[in-house]
Each structure stands twice: as C-alpha cells, then as structure tokens.
C-alpha cells in the first residue's frame, strides 16, 4: 500500500483498515515509511482521531511489531506488574512505585520512555546515575527482576520497535496529545512485556497532556477498555498536574529526591499519597494483597523497614549502576555548576503556578530536547520548588536553580518568577487523587 494513500485516507477523516494500520506500522519497523510520511499520519491522527476499532488494531499491530516477551519459564514467584504515568513535571513515581511493589512480592519489568513534550523521562532520571544501563536487553532484564524484583528499562531493539519510532516522531512534531495515539503508545510496550496487572496515572491540570479532566477521564477509559479487552487487568487513576509533583524538576535533582524519599529523609505529602494509591492498586491487582487496607499497610512497612530503597539499590546495581548509589547519591549524582536561590519578591501564600512553562523551562535550561536526538543536561533543573498553599516570606527561595552557566540560572529564575503567582490568602488546598476509573 503507498504511505501517501494511507495518510490521504486519514488526513479526510476516514477510518483505516486493519491492512492500512499493519501497513503503517510495518513501514515504521522496515523504514520504508519516512520520517516525513510517519509525522504526516500522525498529525492526521491527531486531528481527526480514530474510532475504538482503530486504536484496537494499532496496539495489536505495534505490540506485534517485535517480540513479546514470555516469562513462564522464569519460575519468578509473584505476579508480573506495571505502572505508568502519562506524564508530568516532577513526577517521579515510577521511581518510588517500582521497588516499592519488588519489595511486596511483585515484579516490575517496567518499559519506561524518555522526555515527550514538556515532560520528564523516567529514562532521562536514571541516565544521571553513572553507569546505569536503561538500553539493557532482555537477558540483563531478566537478571535485574531475579536480583532486585524490579528494573526500570528502556524499550530494546526487539520491543515494539514500532512505537520506539513513532514515539521520537510525537515528541517533536506537536502531536504528544492524540489520545489513540497515546493509548496505543503505551499499552503495546506493555502487552510486549508479558505482564499480569497494570496501574495507569493519568494527569490532568495546567501541567498535564490532558489539561482538561475530560479529556483525561477519555484517556483514561480508553486505556483501561483497550487494555482489558487484549486480556491485561488495568486500572486508572486521574491525578492533579497543577503543580510540580514532589520538589523537584530535572533529572539528577528527581533521581535524590526520590532516593531521599525512599530513606524517609524527606516525603512531600501529595507524591506519598499518589505513590502509595498507585502501589497498592497493583498489589490488589496482582493478588499481593486482599483488599485496599492490606495493600496500603504493605506498602507503608516497604517503606518504613526501609525494604523499598533495598531494592531501589539493588536494581541500580544489577543494571550498572554503583553499588553504595543509595548510601552516598549526592556523590554519585553530577551537580550543576551554578546553584542559586530564586528569591520571593514579595511575601504571601502560593496559589497557582503555569505547570507546563515550568517543564519548558527545564528544557530551556537544557534538561530535555527541542529535537529528537538533542543531548540532555541531566544536572540541571529546579529544586526546592514551593507547592501550592505553601507560606513563603519576602526574599526567600520560591525554588533554587541548577544552571549549566550563570546566565542561564538568571534567566531561568526570572522565568520561575513570572510562572508562580503568589497572594495575600492562603488556598483552599488541592487534592490530588481525583477519580477511580476501572475495577
């Protein structure tokens, strides 16, 4: 079939054939479609949308596109779980959430991506940790889930090449948005892992893909319906993306956050609370536990007996990672030259902050890509980052910058500063655990 026909077809609003969607992705896979003719469908895609069936056969198609990994005969004693996020500022679950569940008795062979659009990337995180293989391939997988219970990868070659491909082409081409697009992105790297149970974090507010909760419930509902339908028990959660998850944004700042948080150091309240819902969703959902109560009060003694950061540790050393990284991760983690205070101008409370712009302003800073292939500073970012409702004094830090260089750290806080809107009352405080959805 000629990729122009196909995309034509789409671009006046028709609906694909299941020969046209495996044409497509096929051509993603043998490169016969090009990086033009990929961003083309895409963008009808999203404009025009695709009808259930679609969205059905374009998972299928792109988790076929490779292997689909099998784990009879692993002989691992526990059921086989995942989490995934559709992606925010700050959101470093998926680093507190994988050995959290290890050390309840789960296993996490967790796909995980790279930055998209304004967000961070759980891989972008981990490649601060030095020597940390994100590209491990299967058999270094394997080995990481006997050691650690968990390990938190990259797609290999293997692994629905298809969406590896399409996915770099989203993340440059405004077209990160497309609810069948994402649906089919993230549940085929998960059907190809072979798993038993799966949470979804789906965001919604100003920093969030679906800025909308509509848009998010739709999310949402699609991902849990085409997900149940291929034969993989999934649940979803709409969480707030309002403001920075956690204090931090970037990705070595993110990585001793949540190695902080693991040691009990130091736990923002509304990551604990999204952490451990989402947690112990998998663990009902894999049978761990017997009802919500049992899951949470596991999860709580993962953390408390310090089990979860045991196995954090031990599955940064099986994928390369230094072996005493969570006794010492400020010396691991590369620090960004120029640290400095951004400064409140005025006393007050703090209402809102532009969520998405924060994100950007991380990638201005150099902690994420304007195109595909662009390196990435992992030691800048913002730290220390004031939440909502928070009371800060005039000439104290709303946030501290990490900056490659010192005009970059003066732009960046003068950026932060008219993104965070302060106010002489305190506000009502934000929930962010919104909807159920599934189960």
Same mark, same amino acid.
């Given at each position: 079939?000629?990729?122009?026909?196909?995309?034509?077809?789409?671009? +006046?609003?028709?609906? @694909?054939?299941? &020969?046209? =969607?495996? !044409?497509?992705? %096929? /051509?993603? *896979?043998?490169?016969?479609?090009?990086?033009?003719?990929?961003?083309?469908?895409?963008?009808?895609?999203?404009?025009?949308?695709?009808?259930?069936?679609?969205?059905?056969?374009?998972?299928?198609?792109?988790?076929?596109?490779?292997?689909?990994?099998?784990?009879?005969?692993?002989?691992?004693?526990?059921?086989?779980?995942?989490?995934?996020?559709?992606?925010?500022?700050? +959101?470093?679950?998926? @680093?507190?959430? &994988?050995? =959290?569940? !290890?050390?309840? %008795? /789960?296993? *996490?062979?967790?796909?995980?991506?790279?930055?998209?659009?304004?967000?961070?990337?759980?891989?972008?995180?981990?490649?601060?940790?030095?020597?940390?293989?994100?590209?491990?391939?299967?058999?270094?997988?394997?080995?990481?889930?006997?050691?650690?219970?968990?390990?938190?990868?990259?797609?290999?070659?293997?692994?629905?090449?298809?969406?590896?491909?399409?996915?770099?082409?989203?993340?440059?081409?405004?077209?990160?948005?497309?609810?069948?697009?994402?649906?089919?992105?993230?549940?085929?790297?998960?059907?190809?892992?072979?798993?038993?149970?799966?949470?979804?974090?789906?965001?919604?507010?100003?920093?969030?893909?679906?800025?909308?909760?509509?848009?998010?419930?739709?999310?949402?509902?699609?991902?849990?319906?085409?997900?149940?339908?291929?034969?993989?028990?999934?649940?979803?959660?709409?969480?707030?993306?309002?403001?920075?998850?956690?204090?931090?944004?970037?990705?070595?700042?993110?990585?001793?956050?949540?190695?902080?948080?693991?040691?009990?150091?130091?736990?923002?309240?509304?990551?604990?609370?999204?952490?451990?819902?989402?947690?112990?969703?998998?663990?009902?959902?894999?049978?761990?536990?017997?009802?919500?109560?049992?899951?949470?009060?596991?999860?709580?003694?993962?953390?408390?007996?310090?089990?979860?950061?045991?196995?954090?540790?031990?599955?940064?050393?099986?994928?390369?990672?230094?072996?005493?990284?969570?006794?010492?991760?400020?010396?691991?983690?590369?620090?960004?030259?120029?640290?400095?205070?951004?400064?409140?101008?005025?006393?007050?409370?703090?209402?809102?902050?532009?969520?998405?712009?924060?994100?950007?302003?991380?990638?201005?800073?150099?902690?994420?890509?304007?195109?595909?292939?662009?390196?990435?500073?992992?030691?800048?970012?913002?730290?220390?980052?004031?939440?909502?409702?928070?009371?800060?004094?005039?000439?104290?830090?709303?946030?501290?910058?990490?900056?490659?260089?010192?005009?970059?750290?003066?732009?960046?806080?003068?950026?932060?500063?008219?993104?965070?809107?302060?106010?002489?009352?305190?506000?009502?405080?934000?929930?962010?655990?919104?909807?159920?959805?599934?189960?």
């Amino acid at each position: 079939m000629l990729a122009q026909e196909i995309i034509r077809h789409k671009r +006046d609003r028709g609906t @694909l054939s299941a &020969a046209q =969607i495996d !044409a497509f992705v %096929g /051509g993603l *896979v043998d490169g016969s479609w090009s990086e033009g003719q990929a961003a083309a469908l895409a963008m009808a895609v999203c404009l025009n949308g695709m009808t259930k069936a679609e969205t059905v056969a374009l998972t299928r198609a792109m988790t076929h596109s490779g292997e689909v990994l099998d784990w009879a005969g692993a002989n691992l004693p526990g059921p086989l779980l995942d989490k995934h996020s559709t992606g925010g500022v700050g +959101d470093k679950v998926s @680093l507190l959430l &994988a050995p =959290i569940v !290890a050390a309840c %008795g /789960g296993f *996490v062979p967790m796909i995980s991506g790279r930055g998209l659009g304004h967000t961070g990337g759980t891989l972008d995180k981990l490649d601060s940790i030095p020597g940390y293989q994100t590209a491990a391939d299967v058999s270094r997988l394997r080995g990481a889930l006997r050691t650690a219970g968990c390990a938190i990868v990259g797609q290999t070659a293997a692994l629905a090449p298809a969406d590896r491909r399409l996915y770099a082409v989203r993340d440059v081409t405004a077209t990160v948005e497309s609810v069948p697009l994402i649906v089919a992105s993230i549940l085929s790297k998960k059907l190809a892992a072979g798993l038993h149970g799966l949470v979804m974090d789906v965001k919604t507010g100003n920093g969030a893909f679906a800025a909308e909760i509509g848009m998010a419930q739709q999310l949402a509902s699609s991902i849990v319906q085409v997900a149940q339908g291929a034969g993989l028990p999934t649940r979803a959660w709409i969480t707030d993306m309002n403001q920075v998850l956690g204090h931090a944004c970037g990705n070595a700042v993110e990585v001793l956050e949540a190695v902080e948080f693991l040691q009990g150091t130091r736990r923002d309240r509304r990551l604990l609370d999204v952490t451990r819902t989402l947690s112990a969703e998998l663990m009902t959902l894999g049978k761990l536990a017997h009802d919500s109560d049992a899951a949470l009060a596991r999860v709580d003694e993962a953390l408390a007996s310090g089990a979860a950061l045991e196995h954090f540790a031990r599955m940064v050393a099986a994928l390369g990672g230094p072996a005493d990284f969570c006794d010492h991760p400020a010396r691991h983690l590369a620090g960004a030259p120029v640290q400095r205070p951004v400064l409140a101008p005025r006393g007050g409370w703090v209402l809102c902050m532009a969520t998405r712009d924060i994100g950007l302003a991380v990638i201005e800073l150099g902690g994420g890509r304007r195109r595909t292939g662009d390196a990435v500073d992992a030691r800048v970012g913002f730290s220390a980052v004031a939440g909502i409702g928070q009371r800060v004094e005039r000439g104290e830090p709303l946030a501290w910058v990490h900056a490659a260089g010192a005009v970059a750290a003066e732009q960046a806080g003068t950026t932060l500063l008219g993104l965070i809107e302060l106010g002489d009352e305190p506000p009502p405080a934000p929930p962010v655990l919104l909807e159920r959805i599934g189960g």
